[in-house]
């Protein structure tokens, strides 16, 4: 049996600091709750900054700032996201890839995102995936829907396969809008991964269990962290991610499928950054 694969997707872009006071937002909390999640047992960092306010950014500058701090500070793969909030531009997410990282996450379409839409046409995918090709990026093919396959199968046979000749997916299970997060519909997007592909799946807020049982049992790797999950069980809010990378490194010890280290992870994706 396989080793797992665990990311930390330690803030995201919709949480609001003031409603959730543990979610790192500067650049001091993320390297520090960052080195705990390593410790226990993360592989990769996926990563959404904020600016002094709070407010989610794809500032380049401080994108760079904050790829040097994790890389001074952990051996964690860094995955920018380029999916930002709702809100953001193309022009702005495709140049989340001038701050260098090891890797960023690439949505495969468009999906209602509760009363908003994450806008993912055709014409962006194509252009952030050959800009992933021209920059040496290691993209994720993040998929909140079932038709996001289609269009990740579209993708790499007009355009081949990624940097480092390796498909990992994520399935982003159980946003509102998106595909549901529970066993069945987790079966049926794995059945649909294109041949040799590995995968990760999380599950947001009440999913997120059921999700990760799911994952394990089927061979899949995890993503866990306060961009999906701000309350660890009923009525408690999560503390910070550490914790949340430690119930999954549990889980995964408790299926013999230990946590990869970054190091095991970096083969295991085709990252060649050191
Ligand atoms: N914040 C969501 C609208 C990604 O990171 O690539 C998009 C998202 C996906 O989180
Ligand atoms: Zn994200």
């Known amino acids: 049996m396989t080793s797992t694969l665990i990311t930390v997707a330690a803030t995201g872009a919709e949480a609001e600091k003031a409603t959730v006071p543990a979610l790192p937002v500067t650049l001091d909390q993320l390297t520090s709750q960052a080195i705990e999640c390593q410790q226990a047992g ?18 380049v500058s401080r994108l760079k700032d904050t790829v ?18 709702v809100t953001d531009g ?17 949505t495969c379409g ?6 908003d839409v994450f806008a993912n046409p055709w014409g962006f995918i194509k252009d952030l995936y050959q800009l992933t090709k021209e920059r040496g990026v290691v993209p994720e093919f993040e998929l909140f829907d079932l038709g996001h396959i289609a269009t990740l199968q579209r993708l790499l046979g007009e355009f081949g396969p990624p940097v480092g000749g390796h498909v990992h997916c994520d ?16 079966a049926a997007a794995v059945l649909a991964l294109p041949d040799g592909a590995t995968w990760s799946a999380t599950g947001i807020g009440r999913t997120s269990l059921p999700v990760m049982f799911g994952a394990l049992g089927a061979g899949g790797h995890l993503r866990v962290g306060m961009e999906d999950t701000i309350t660890f069980s009923r009525g408690r809010p999560v503390t ?7 119930r999954a ?3 995964a010890n408790l299926a013999q499928r230990p946590p990869m280290s970054p190091a095991e992870a970096r083969a295991f994706l085709g990252i060649t950054r050191p």
């Open 42 to 59: 993360a592989a990769v960092i996926h990563v959404h900054i904020r600016d002094d306010e709070a407010k989610p950014t794809l500032d």
């Open 68 to 85: 040097a701090a994790l890389r001074d500070t952990t051996d964690l793969i860094v995955q920018l996201s380029t999916g930002g909030a």
């Open 90 to 106: 193309f022009d702005a997410r495709l140049a989340v890839l001038d701050a260098e990282p090891d890797a960023c996450s690439l």
């Open 110 to 115: 468009t999906v209602n995102f509760g009363d």
């Open 171 to 186: 399935l982003v299970m159980g946003v509102p809008g998106g595909m549901r997060g529970d066993v069945p519909t987790l």
């Open 240 to 246: 910070g991610n550490p914790e949340l990378v430690q």
């Open 249 to 251: 490194a549990d889980l």
